[in-house]
T-cell receptor, first 113, second 116 residues
Framework: DAGVIQSPRHEVTEMGQEVTLRCKPI?????LFWYRQTMMQGLELLVY????????DSGMPKDRFSAKMPNASFSTLKIQPSEPRDSAVYFC???????????FGNGTRLTVT | AQKVTQAQTEISVVEKEDVTLDCVYETRDTTYYLFWYKQPPSGELVFLIRRNSFDEQNEISGRYSWNFQKSTSSFNFTITASQVVDSAVYFCALSALSGSARQLTFGSGTQLTVLP
């Protein structure tokens, strides 16, 4: 079992640039979540999908963030344009059904200078 | 709305001491799950336990034990005979199953440091 795979592990970019984070969930998991972790806000849910459909994106700043899940094995989180306040660790997680434990990827550490 | 409160920001103990991490939650749902996750210094989030709202039985797994009390909306985590490898941030989380609220709401975490 490969686990949830995120790429890249680290990303350093300049303010105003576009950033794309990628996630491959565990095969067979119908739920996919994107969380952001910062010192100030802790772990915040940005968006989650069920069977590739967005179920809740109320935590995502929609003017600059967009999340897609074009197929069951791939999701992206895009930030355009990036800002220094977007610096955080972004976690992707998946689960087979609602209420079951989330399996987290190793995260992407994003630094926007 | 869901809320999880971990009032202890940081705890420091000496190896072999017992330590309890507190978690208090709020939800209007009658059906929900509670979780604990561990985040070691390497940064990954590791699932430890899940409890559903209808099962108040306490659970023990090795040196770890969990005390779930619906009457006080608490789900506390005790590590017995702590070890240096237990040093990590521990998160309590809640998932209610009503409507689309199936995401995990996390507490702010408790940083546990176990000193040798």
């Amino acid at each position: 079992d490969a686990g949830v795979i995120q790429s890249p592990r680290h990303e350093v970019t300049e303010m105003g640039q576009e950033v794309t984070l990628r996630c491959k969930p565990i095969s067979g998991h119908d739920y996919l979540f994107w969380y952001r972790q910062t010192m100030m806000q802790g772990l915040e849910l940005l968006v989650y999908f069920n069977n590739k459909a967005v179920m809740d994106d109320s935590g995502m700043p929609k003017d600059r963030f967009s999340a897609k899940m074009p197929n069951a094995s791939f999701s992206t989180l895009k930030i355009q344009p990036s800002e220094p306040r977007d610096s955080a660790v972004y976690f992707c997680a998946s689960s087979p059904i609602g209420g079951s434990p989330l399996h987290f990827g190793n995260g992407t550490r994003l630094t926007v200078t | 709305a869901q809320k999880v409160t971990q009032a202890q920001t940081e705890i420091s103990v000496v190896e072999k001491e017992d330590v309890t991490l507190d978690c208090v939650y709020e939800t209007r749902d009658t059906t929900y799950y509670l979780f604990w996750y561990k985040q070691p210094p390497s940064g990954e989030l590791v699932f430890l336990i899940r409890r559903n709202s209808f099962d108040e039985q306490n659970e023990i797994s090795g040196r770890y034990s969990w005390n779930f009390q619906k009457s006080t909306s608490s789900f506390n985590f005790t590590i017995t005979a702590s070890q240096v490898v237990d040093s990590a941030v521990y998160f309590c989380a809640l998932s209610a199953l009503s409507g689309s609220a199936r995401q995990l709401t996390f507490g702010s975490g408790t940083q546990l440091t176990v000193l040798p």
